[in-house]
């Protein structure tokens, strides 16, 4: 009874509210009410972004606000079509600000997606998840009637004129302001002609500025102020030096948006490191002042990585980023020096809280002649102390070398040293896929494989593999395939890439020889893929292991294939080869012989893995104390070549094959374990089997007749015929059947334009007439000694 009168009571107000509308649908108004009030109610989680994910999907938008700074994303059904402005109400300390919303159907319903600089700010104000979104009243609208703003100081020189720009072109629209607020700008997008046109801003990305403090009705004011050219007095201040918003680059829960998946700032195989330095600057960054000077050196090959990493933490962190090359601290003139070192540690103090890079660091302190100038180095040393002296924000100095040869006068300066090693196979892979994805690269190729044949490249080596790739897939693929790199497109930039590689090192460029061109032989071949491959897949049981295998030697009579060996090792396994004769070692002044040999090893190590091939070995390396040179160079040379390989894999995976036709001729101190600790003898075929591989091996790219069997041509040879004399058989028979088929051209029975290489048809008496020209390279005698050789050496045959 009492809920039909309070319905009757019900239908009577709606009557008088709305009297030209059926009481009925009083009841739908009321739910709709109800559910836009519990709409209101709901709570999101944060999720920070980088800035231009934010910039490019709101340029995706016919209506947006370019406000950046403070633009939100969520769910479309979190919001009515009306919704442009926004109340988000911090959960917890009930503070509140005004905001542009934008829906979105990719974004989680229980999310709020904010750029870095808005989350920063966000922070700053002490708004924690969980948030919720309220209405935005009109009344609320309000423009400041002045607004004080100082630029951040950064390591650039940014003057007042080109400052008055960028403020101009971000304020021509309306954009929300709230006391101590960061600003961040883009220049190329909000003034994209002082980008252009300004030299020393066409590499600064974005400048920073904070909102001192906002006017309105000659009252300081906290809330949220509208702002434009032309209702609000701009008031720029003196420069500041504050933290800027870092990059976050962690998903919350770890969920990855399809519209706002980010790249990390550096690149996967990297972000060990990065870790870990971040890890050991990171009290540095506390307020709690330490009796240490945050002097680091970075040490790795050229193209490793170093500025990435210097540049991701940096923007991880907060801080700005001062990167300075070692030539704009050097000079002719000593007084020179003092004054650039000491400019440029005041600039970095100046855009503290910073960290410095100095670029090419193991130059540094040299002088016009190459020698290291202690004075140098020593004011260098004092001018740390002022630069870590009485700062209010932190600056972080990392020195970054492409070699270790540092003096140890400099080394002691530094707190910590890191070192970036060449990455290993799943090192390379990873970043091979960060490269792709920043690009936004598509493949359909196995980044596992193409990481294997990458030995010894550095991240800028992989970036210009992909860059090499993109060129072969515009020049090869139609236009239905392009921009979808393939297999054949990495392995055509891997050939491009280690061909220039080799010769700039000054490898010579190995011919294609694989272990199809090697006939017979394998025993031989058995122990070189296990001794090679075994290092190269499994690098770390080695390495704890302590065991190292440096060492081959190839020895046996002249032609049976040494020489065609190494070449196939190296292409095989896809390795840098350094070939390297005797003579070619030795000079005439004094310590240049041995200097020549470390250069070797040094290249080899730099190519890492890497190949070097000794031939004629005994001719570089004899017996000590049996030559005959007054001067002791091959002595000399021995011992250096000793010194190498004893340290030749500490810091490099780097293998020596040598090939000899007398190892009873070179000093017995290569020939045990840890040096030539593998002795491999490379003899001439025995069984008609391995002879058969042999000829094989050479005549697979003939066209043979139906009358040629291998078999009965080996039947035919001469007993004591050597790999190099079934070359020189071949070679013959091949040319006799090209004479034939000149013949046949010039008796017009052919006509020459329709020749081809196919044409080429090698018969039996082509082969039979090569045979009966060749003499055995090797005699009876010859074949006795170098097996007796073997028995004394101890060696599998």
């Known amino acids: 009874m009492e809920e039909e009168k309070n319905s009757k009571v019900l239908f009577y107000i709606s009557r008088i509210i709305y009297p030209g509308y059926n009481p009925f649908w009083f009841i739908f108004y009321m739910y709709y009410v109800y559910f836009r ?364 070398s492409n070699e270790k040869d540092i003096p140890a006068d400099l080394k002691k300066i530094f707190l910590e040293t890191f070192d970036i090693n060449a990455p290993h196979c799943s090192e390379r892979e990873q970043n091979l896929r960060w490269i792709l994805e920043e690009r936004s690269i598509k493949t359909n190729v196995n980044l596992s494989e193409i990481a294997n044949k990458t030995h010894g490249f550095f991240f800028e080596d992989l970036n210009a593999l992909v860059y090499y790739a993109k060129i072969d897939n515009k020049i090869m693929s139609s236009h239905i395939e392009r921009n979808i790199l393939t297999q054949e497109n990495f392995l055509t930039a891997i050939d491009f890439m280690q061909a220039n590689y080799n010769e700039s090192i000054g490898a010579p460029n190995v011919p294609k020889v694989h272990w199809a061109d090697v006939g017979g032989l394998g025993k031989v071949k058995e122990e070189i893929i296990k001794t090679i491959n075994l290092p190269l897949k499994h690098p770390l049981i080695l390495k704890n292991s302590g065991l190292k295998r440096s060492g081959i030697l190839l020895f046996g009579p002249p032609g049976t294939g040494k020489t065609l060996i190494a070449k196939a090792v190296a292409t095989e396994c896809s390795l840098c080869f350094l070939s390297v004769k005797g003579p070619e070692l030795l000079n005439m002044y004094v310590g240049q012989s041995e200097q020549n040999v470390r250069d070797v090893f040094e290249r080899a190590r730099q190519a890492s893995p890497c190949i070097i091939f000794f031939d004629e070995l005994d001719s570089l390396a004899p017996n000590r104390g049996m030559s005959s040179d007054s001067g002791g160079v091959m002595d000399r040379v021995v011992s250096q070549l000793l010194a190498e390989m004893d340290g030749l894999n500490e810091s490099a995976t780097v293998f020596i094959i040598g090939a000899t036709n007398r190892p009873d001729l070179i000093d017995p101190a290569l020939l045990r374990p840890g040096r030539f600790d593998k002795l491999l003898y490379v003899g001439p075929c025995t069984d008609i089997e391995s002879k058969i591989a042999v000829l094989s ?72 007439t090569a045979i009966d020209n060749v003499k055995p390279s090797i005699t009876s005698e010859d074949l006795r000694y170098f097996e007796k050789l073997n028995k004394e050496l101890n060696t599998n045959t």
Not at 363 to 390: C, H, M, P
Not at 724 to 733: E, H, M, Q
Not at 740 to 767: C, P, R, W
Request: charged share 20%.
């Open 697 to 768: 091996a050479l005549t697979r790219k003939f066209r043979l007749n139906e009358d040629v069997d291998l078999a009965r041509v080996v039947q035919i040879c001469p007993d004591n015929i050597t790999g190099a004399d079934f070359y020189g058989i071949c070679a013959n028979a091949w040319t006799s059947a090209v004479r034939k088929l000149i013949t046949t051209i010039q008796t017009g029975q052919i006509i020459a334009e329709n020749i081809s290489y196919e044409d080429v048809l090698v018969n039996f008496e082509d082969f039979k």
């Open 37 to 400: 009030i519990i709409k209101r109610k709901l709570t999101f989680q944060l999720q920070p972004v980088p800035d231009k994910i934010i910039s490019s999907y709101l340029r995706t938008k016919t209506n947006y606000f370019n406000d950046i700074n403070n633009t939100v994303i969520t769910h479309e059904q979190n919001l009515y079509v009306n919704d442009n402005l926004l109340q988000l109400i911090c959960s917890k300390s009930k503070n509140h600000r005004n905001i542009y919303v934008v829906p979105s159907s990719r974004c989680r319903k229980d999310m709020i997606i904010v750029s870095n600089t808005c989350y920063y700010n966000l922070k700053s104000s002490n708004f924690l998840s969980p948030v919720q979104l309220l209405n935005f009243h009109e009344s609320l609208i309000k423009f400041a009637d002045e607004v004080d703003i100082s630029l951040i100081n950064s390591p650039y020189d940014i003057n007042n004129f080109v400052t008055d720009s960028i403020l101009k072109r971000y304020f021509r629209t309306p954009k929300l302001l709230n006391k101590g607020d960061i600003l961040e700008i883009n220049i190329k997008y909000f003034a994209e002609d002082v980008f252009f046109l300004n030299n020393k801003v066409n590499n600064v990305e974005s400048v920073y500025f904070k909102c001192n403090k906002i006017i309105f009705n000659n009252e300081e004011v906290k809330d949220s102020y509208f702002c434009v050219i032309g209702e609000t007095t701009i008031k720029q201040s003196v420069n500041i030096q504050s933290f800027i918003p870092p990059k976050y680059t962690k998903m919350v829960n770890n969920i990855k948006y399809p519209d706002f998946e980010e790249v990390p700032l550096c690149a996967y195989g990297l972000q060990t490191y990065l870790e870990y330095i971040e890890k050991a600057i990171k009290p540095f960054i506390k307020k709690s002042k330490l009796n240490l000077k945050p002097a680091f050196l970075l040490q790795g090959r050229k193209g490793c990585g170093k500025e990435m990493l210097m540049s991701s933490l940096a923007l991880r962190l907060g801080m700005h980023f001062y990167k300075i090359n070692n030539s704009e601290l050097s000079a002719n003139v000593y007084a020179q020096n003092e004054t650039k070192i000491k400019n440029a540690f005041f600039n970095a103090k100046m855009a503290a809280p910073c960290v410095v890079s100095i670029q090419n660091f193991e130059t540094f302190g040299k002088n016009s002649e190459g020698q290291y100038d202690e004075r140098i180095i020593g004011y260098f040393a004092d001018e740390l102390q002022v630069l870590f002296e009485s700062n209010p924000f932190p600056v972080i100095l990392f020195c970054c």
